[in-house]
Each structure stands twice: as structure tokens, then as C-alpha cells.
């Protein structure tokens, strides 16, 4: 047995991508979920009611102060000769610079701070979810987008620095180098734009919806052991009435039939981080200037 709390939230409470849609997405309760239970009728709970993105901007930045911290004791009381957590920050990012390094080469290592930052990130705001009482907020869309136009204006200032105003549209264009190229620029232009506009929507779509699959099949699986849990001691009926009646559910014991996807979903939230960051690295990669030799 294990002890959680479900709710059954609709999409319009707890996702805005899923608000139009008009779907129904099962989601684990959180702790602002449960505070908005108990205070629903004071102005603040109000607030939590028509403003239910908030949860997701309080949970990232949770995510982020737990960052900080982390690299805060940790450099603190800096050693020439590292331990514990120390010792696992570098060893995280001496991984992340090699990572970086073999997409971008020796100039990789300017660009580290950024990727690393936004792995670690992402992987902190994935496995909240995991923790009772948390929630992934990469689960929900307005995050995501978020991350994703933060690394498209990154990309584009790189290559407008690295460059310059004239190089910048001269790489949009593809490069032009003889009439056949410049008379191809008017098509390659406007393709190589929308190219750039839709790297941050695959970015964003792609994180947010893999989260959200994780934490509804996760929240499928906690309702199931619910069920089963009421219908062994013979209150499924209640259980039916309650998710028909309220749309929501508030009991503590079920069975824990949700820990093999929350371990998978250590696995998949980890990839997600790092297909995000890889990604944004060969984006900001692309646009900085290639050498002709090998």
C-alpha cells in the first residue's frame, strides 16, 4: 500500500494546452492543489481558480532554487581535490562540456554554461513530478514554449555576433556563393525563416508532450490502484459517485500500481532533458561560422 492523494483534474484546471481541446487529463494531486481544496472560498483560493497556470511558474521556479542551492553548497567551500557534492558537480559538468564539445569542438566550452544550465533544468522539472507533492511543470506548454523561445533568441544573437548583421542574412539566404545560389536566395530566405520559427515549437511540443504523457499514464495508474483498493474493501461505489459528482477524489490508500512508469519516467524525463539540450546545441552549432579544412 502507499499513500497518495489523486485528483482527476480537468484539462481547462490544470493544462492550458488541453483547455481547448476540452479534454480530461488525470493528474496526481500537488500541494497547491490540495491548498486551493482547503482555501477555495477565501480570495486566494479564488485566485488559484482562475489563474491555475500559476502552479506551474511556482513549481519551476522551485525547480530553479533547488538549482541554485545545489551549486551554491557545493562550490561554496571550493576544494583543489573535490568531494561529495562538489565532486558531482563537476563529474555533472565535465559530462555536459564533453557532450557539448563533440557536437561543437573546441568552442564548445563558451556555450556549456547555457546547455548545462538548461539540462539541468528541464531534469529537475521532470523528476518533480515524481516526488509526492510536486509536479513536472514541463507538463505544461506555456514552460516549454517558454525554454524554447529563451534558446531561439540565444541561437539568433550567436549568429549575429559570431557573424555580424551582414553574415547573418548572408547564412539565412544559404550562403550564397555564385549566381545559381543568389538567384536560389529569394526561395532560401523565407524557408530558412520558418525553419528557424518551427525549431522552437518542436522543441516546446515535443518536451511538453512526453511529460504530459508520463504524468497522465502515472495518474491512470494511481486512480486504477484506487479503484482496486475501494472495490476490495467495497466502497467502488463511492468511488464511482465521487468521480461523477465532483471530478474529483481525495483517498490516501491505494495500491502502488504507478511505480513501474514512475521508474520508467526517471528514464524518459532524463532523454527528454537531454534531447532538449542536444537539440538547442546543434541549433546554436548551425549558426556559427564553419571552418573550410577539417
Known amino acids: 500500500m502507499v499513500h497518495w492523494v489523486f485528483a482527476a483534474s480537468t484539462g481547462a484546471a490544470e493544462h492550458g494546452a488541453e483547455k481547448a481541446a476540452g479534454s ?61 557534492l562538489q565532486n558531482l558537480v563537476e563529474m555533472a559538468m565535465e559530462a555536459l562540456d564533453n557532450l557539448v564539445c563533440s557536437v561543437m569542438g573546441h568552442r564548445g566550452h563558451h556555450y556549456t554554461p547555457f546547455i548545462a544550465t538548461l539540462f539541468l533544468y528541464i531534469w529537475l522539472m521532470n523528476m518533480s513530478g515524481l516526488v509526492p507533492g510536486l509536479k513536472s511543470s514541463t507538463s505544461n506548454l506555456n514552460i516549454t514554449i517558454g525554454m524554447a523561445i529563451a534558446v531561439f533568441f540565444y541561437a539568433q544573437i550567436t549568429g549575429i555576433r559570431e557573424l555580424g548583421p551582414f553574415g547573418y542574412l548572408h547564412h539565412m539566404a544559404g550562403s550564397p556563393k555564385d549566381a545559381v545560389g ?46 482496486c483498493t475501494n472495490l476490495v474493501f467495497g466502497s467502488g461505489f463511492e468511488l464511482a459517485a465521487a468521480l461523477r459528482h465532483e471530478g474529483h477524489i481525495s483517498i490516501p490508500i491505494g495500491l502502488p500500481l504507478q511505480v513501474p512508469f514512475m521508474l520508467l519516467a526517471m528514464l524518459t524525463g532524463t532523454i527528454q532533458a537531454l534531447v532538449f539540450s542536444l537539440l538547442s546545441t546543434i541549433y546554436i552549432f548551425m549558426m556559427l561560422p564553419h571552418e573550410e579544412h577539417h
Open 24 to 84: 480530461s487529463v488525470p493528474e496526481v494531486s500537488n500541494l497547491i492543489t490540495l491548498i486551493h481544496h482547503a482555501i477555495q472560498e477565501t480570495r486566494l483560493g479564488h485566485f488559484l481558480h482562475n489563474h491555475p497556470d500559476w502552479e506551474n511558474i511556482v513549481f519551476s521556479w522551485c525547480a530553479l532554487l533547488i538549482l541554485c542551492l545545489v551549486v551554491y553548497f557545493a562550490l561554496r567551500s571550493r576544494k583543489l581535490i573535490p568531494s561529495g
Open 182 to 227: 543568389w538567384s536560389m536566395s529569394v526561395l532560401m530566405f523565407p524557408l530558412h525563416v520558418m525553419e528557424e520559427l518551427i525549431k522552437p515549437c518542436s522543441l516546446s511540443l515535443r518536451l511538453f508532450g512526453n511529460i504530459l504523457g508520463e504524468d497522465a499514464l502515472i495518474g491512470v495508474f494511481v486512480l486504477l490502484g484506487i479503484a
